[in-house]
């Protein structure tokens, strides 16, 4: 797949600055999925990641974030409300 779009999250631990993750976004093959993740990465309505707490990180493997509602890993929403459906799982991340 093309990246079509580059967001980044940056990482702090007590305040303090630890890291900038750049994620690259397949725009051709989920378009709503991509155009979700930079308004929430970017604050483009006005709500999204920025202060979200990390909940769990696997090292190697993953990082959990980005309860945008709750705080807690518990909640969440998309820019087009609650939900909305899957695009593809074809796409590996």
């Known amino acids: ?3 079509t779009q580059r967001v980044f999250l940056d990482f702090e631990v007590d305040g ?3 890291g900038r993750v750049v994620v690259g976004l397949f725009g051709r093959e ?3 999925t991509c155009e ?3 308004a929430l990465a970017s ?3 006005g709500f999204g990641y920025r202060g ?3 909940h769990w990180v696997a090292r190697g493997w993953s990082v959990w974030s980005g309860d945008v509602t ?3 890993g518990r909640g969440g929403v998309s820019v087009f409300g609650p939900s909305f ?3 593809t799982l074809d796409v590996r991340h």
């Open 43 to 45: 604050h483009k309505r």
């Open 85 to 87: 459906g899957v695009e």
């Open 16 to 18: 303090q600055p630890v």
């Open 52 to 54: 979200c707490a990390v």
């Open 1 to 3: 797949p093309v990246v």
């Open 36 to 38: 979700n993740f930079a």
């Open 30 to 32: 989920a378009p709503l």
């Open 70 to 72: 709750e705080g807690n």
